[in-house]
T-cell receptor, first 113, second 114 residues
Framework: SQKIEQNSEALNIQEGKTATLTCNYT??????LQWYRQDPGRGPVFLLL?????KEKRKERLKVTFDTTLKQSLFHITASQPADSATYLC????????????FGQGTTLQVKP | DADVTQTPRNRITKTGKRIMLECSQTKGHDRMYWYRQDPGLGLQLIYY???????NKGEISDGYSVSRQAQAKFSLSLESAIPNQTALYFCATGQRGGPPGELFFGEGSRLTVL
């Protein structure tokens, strides 16, 4: 069955450093990979989308890479700030664009001042 | 005001009771979804709808039903709640033709079944 793995252990980093989160998947060939942010008690918020034919995507301090050979995406936050502390969810979807997403369990990031 | 509104935000009920969770949106999107989130697990899709007359099962539809009363309203029902349906439920919307996988989520409805 399709499976997405994100590091279940929380990631703790110092303010100003680059945070790198990993998303690995198996038994799936996604056309699109998304990253969402979720704050405690809130719904997920869409951050970035990367297509299968794209290697890298940037948005402000965020950078996402997508390696379909390794079946892995890396999500980077540069110059991290305490306000970046949240849980980050990776999600996959196929080419039909139905909006049916397969989510990973998320990785919690804690940025310390 | 939130674009995607869920009611109730919190509900405690007993086994066997019928529960309805409601979702309304002001985004004008045609697609609506219900997801369930459990601790340590990813969100799982329960049901989705592409328009008022369209209802589709997701990964975990057993024990749930939905109704799309209008383009802006999508409700989730548990006909006879059981304890393992205790979870955080999210409604989401999406726009046909919009960026793939860009969904807009409500704030969630926390359901506890005793």
């Amino acid at each position: 069955s399709q499976k997405i793995e994100q590091n279940s252990e929380a990631l703790n980093i110092q303010e100003g450093k680059t945070a790198t989160l990993t998303c690995n998947y198996t038994n799936y060939s996604p056309a699109y990979l998304q990253w969402y942010r979720q704050d405690p008690g809130r719904g997920p918020v869409f951050l970035l989308l990367i297509r299968e034919n794209e290697k890298e995507k940037r948005k402000e301090r965020l950078k996402v890479t997508f390696d379909t050979t390794l079946k892995q995406s890396l999500f980077h936050i540069t110059a991290s700030q305490p306000a970046d502390s949240a849980t980050y969810l990776c999600a996959l979807t196929g080419s039909s664009n139905t909006g049916k997403l397969i989510f990973g369990q998320g990785t919690t990031l804690q940025v310390k001042p | 005001d939130a674009d995607v509104t869920q009611t109730p935000r919190n509900r405690i009920t007993k086994t066997g009771k019928r529960i309805m969770l409601e979702c309304s949106q002001t985004k004008g999107h045609d697609r609506m979804y219900w997801y369930r989130q459990d601790p340590g697990l990813g969100l799982q899709l329960i049901y989705y709808s592409f328009d008022v007359k369209d209802i589709n099962k997701g990964e975990i539809s057993d024990g749930y039903s939905v109704s799309r009363q209008a383009q802006a309203k999508f409700s989730l029902s548990l006909e006879s709640a059981i304890p393992n349906q205790t979870a955080l439920y999210f409604c989401a919307t999406g726009q046909r033709g919009g960026p793939p996988g860009e969904l807009f989520f409500g704030e969630g409805s926390r359901l506890t079944v005793l």
